[in-house]
């Protein structure tokens, strides 16, 4: 607990299982310029014998790129807070929260996130995704001015799937695409603003529990 990390890169660990970086029992650290890149998964969030954890982490810049599968995967972890993180040309998503039954996701905050390249040109995925479809799982986060590189021949933007999502979104800068952003199966995402330069009823594809809050409709 109460580490302080600076300018560390964590990179190419890869085989069946490997992971870059590994958050489980940690609390109340910092992590300045952290970068993980080319491991299987580059980054881990999951308690294993303390309940609560991980708590209280925050990151500042840095970068997860180039994992040969997924660049986070959080299954469970507590007000874990970014500022201008960068998720970038890994293979599959940049970015999975998605607890197992009963887990939980609570006060995850992404600010100024950068999204690109992750899952390359296909199309029928998503960059991030925010899944609560697991019984008993909560998934509660928010994000704020994110930004997604992309294009009609690139990954979409965010998915958001399952009842137990509870999620604020606010401002996100997405490519004019249709369906970039996808809200299903029962998720609840409060978008509390808007980008001028995008429509909303253009990329967002919602299939149940949505709200505009403050956004003409």
């Known amino acids: 607990s109460n580490l302080v990390v600076r300018d560390v890169w964590v990179q190419n660990f890869t085989g069946t299982g490997a992971i870059g970086a ?28 303390v309940a609560g954890t991980p708590t209280t982490l925050d990151f500042y810049g840095g970068e997860n ?12 972890g507590y007000s ?18 998605q607890p197992d039954a009963s887990g939980t996701v609570a ?6 996130p950068w999204f690109e390249g992750n899952y390359g040109s296909d199309t029928a995925q998503y960059q991030a995704v925010f899944d609560g479809s697991a ?7 928010t994000m704020q001015r994110g930004y997604w ?11 958001y799937t399952g009842s137990n ?14 369906g970039m952003i996808r809200i299903q199966n029962s998720a609840l995402v409060d978008v ?26």
């Open 65 to 76: 790129r180039s994992a040969t599968t997924k660049g986070a995967i959080v299954k469970t």
């Open 165 to 178: 999502i509870r999620a604020t979104l606010d401002a996100p800068v997405v490519p004019a695409v249709s």
């Open 149 to 159: 590189s992309g294009s009609g021949s690139t990954a979409k933007a965010i998915n």
């Open 22 to 49: 590994y958050f489980r029992d940690i609390v109340k650290s910092q992590f300045f310029n952290f970068v993980t890149s080319g491991n299987t998964v580059n980054e881990r969030y999951e308690t294993s014998a």
């Open 107 to 112: 006060d995850f905050i992404l600010n100024d």
């Open 80 to 97: 874990i807070r970014s500022w201008g993180r960068t998720y970038e040309n890994n293979a599959e998503e940049g970015l999975v929260v």
């Open 192 to 217: 509390v603003g808007w980008s001028p330069n995008v429509a909303y009823s253009t990329v967002l594809n919602p299939a149940g529990g949505l709200i505009y809050s403050g956004l003409p409709r």
């Open 135 to 141: 019984a008993g799982s909560t998934v509660r986060m």
